[in-house]
């Protein structure tokens, strides 16, 4: 069992920069692997990044990173477009063989109630 908190969203001009946090407790954290997801208005829930993983849209404009000893994950988001408007949400599994593939939410076992990210032109 985990619990999932997100912070850092906001509002920011394209081109510009976040970095989502997402802070774990419940569990020893790296017990984990994390996951971010993003839901825009009107369409599903889509993979952004895990370790080692980016989807394309996002590819060399996002980095997820970790904090071991604060709990913590990260989402730096640079060179942001319009078209990055969303909640992102926080995923968490635990460490081990799974069916599905680790862009597939049903992957996840935990989520965070997610963050909003609104990218102005």
């Known amino acids: 069992q985990v619990h999932l908190v997100e912070s850092g969203g906001g509002l920011v001009q394209a081109g510009g920069s976040l970095r989502l946090s997402c802070a774990a407790s419940?569990?020893?954290?790296?017990?984990?692997?994390m996951a971010w997801f993003r839901q825009a208005p009107g369409k599903e829930r889509e993979f952004v990044a895990s370790?080692?993983s980016y989807a394309g849209s996002v590819k060399g404009r996002f980095t997820i990173s970790r904090d071991n000893a604060k709990n913590t994950v990260y989402l730096q988001m640079n060179s942001l477009k319009p078209e990055d408007t969303a909640v992102y949400y926080c995923?968490?599994?635990?460490?081990?063989?799974?069916?599905?593939?680790?862009?597939?939410?049903?992957?996840?076992?935990?989520w965070g109630r997610g963050t909003q990210v609104t990218v102005s032109s």
């Open positions: 995923a968490a599994r635990t460490l081990g063989w799974t069916a599905h593939g680790l862009g597939d939410m049903a992957a996840y076992d935990y």
């Open positions: 419940g569990r020893t954290f790296s017990s984990f692997a």
């Open positions: 370790y080692a």
